[in-house]
């Protein structure tokens, strides 16, 4: 199933397996199915000490030196978290960034007793992290991965208590599965060699976080703060000829170097507000 098509399925599923009796709610209890929207911001992503990594041989193992004819490494200069300016680490970098969070949810909720308050979200939407590493050759040329998210799914639990006047407010934890179609880029300024990537991909982790809720007869209205860990382990470029047989790409092998991303994390925070209608 495609990205696009879970998040529709999710809440399909969802609302087909409750029966409309069940979508009565008392004006005094969180029992029932509920849908909406959430905004909000996403914060940049952790980046700190990313770097490109290396397979010269093309063994699988991304444990080389990328080295000059001279035995020098080629990638000596260095790194960097976000998308390299210039050919050289003095033209510097933009650094990786945040942005909107948005999406649609869906889901139900159990009162048990007076005040605990059982249920499962499901979501799917979009926001605009960016995420970039960037290394340095003695060329001197830059080359950069940058990847972004482009459509976020995720399935949660969430557990909390029910208080106040008519017992309207709700603060809670949650946590589940999550799963996200990522859309990568690379760029060099390497004119010499040829670079193939494998493409964009699929990252699945976590979500946990804290959130609070007031109901406000059918509508519920709430601020939710969000862990969203992904694990992008898929993403891959070879760099290849033309180029003389000296040329460090292809020393080791004459088909070429893999180079990936050292750390497979793709890791931020949100803050959002949530507005949903209660059945």
Known sequence: MTMRNLAPALLASLTAAL????????SDDWTGAYAGVYAG???KPDGTGDRFIFDTNLDGRYNDTVTTAAGAD??????????ARGPTPASGCIGNSGGADWGIRGGYDWQLGDNWVVGVVGEYGMNDVRDAVSSFSTTPARYTMLRKIDGLAALRGRLGGAFGE????????????????????FFTSNGVNTFVTNGDGRADGSQ??????RRIGQI????EVLRTKLNDD?????????????????RQNPAGTDMRRNDDNFNFDSVRLTAVWRF
């Open 234 to 250: 898929e993403y891959r470029v070879r760099a290849q000829g033309p180029a003389p047989a000296t040329n460090p790409f292809i």
């Open 208 to 213: 946990f976080g804290i959130g609070y809720e």
């Open 41 to 43: 911001q996403a914060q």
């Open 166 to 185: 008519g017992s309207n407010n709700l603060v809670y934890v949650t946590a589940g599965y999550a799963t996200a179609k990522i859309e990568n880029s």
């Open 19 to 26: 029966a409309p009796s069940v979508f009565a709610q008392s």
């Open 220 to 223: 519920a209205v709430g601020l």
């Open 74 to 83: 080629a990638f000596s200069p260095g790194s960097c978290d976000g998308v």
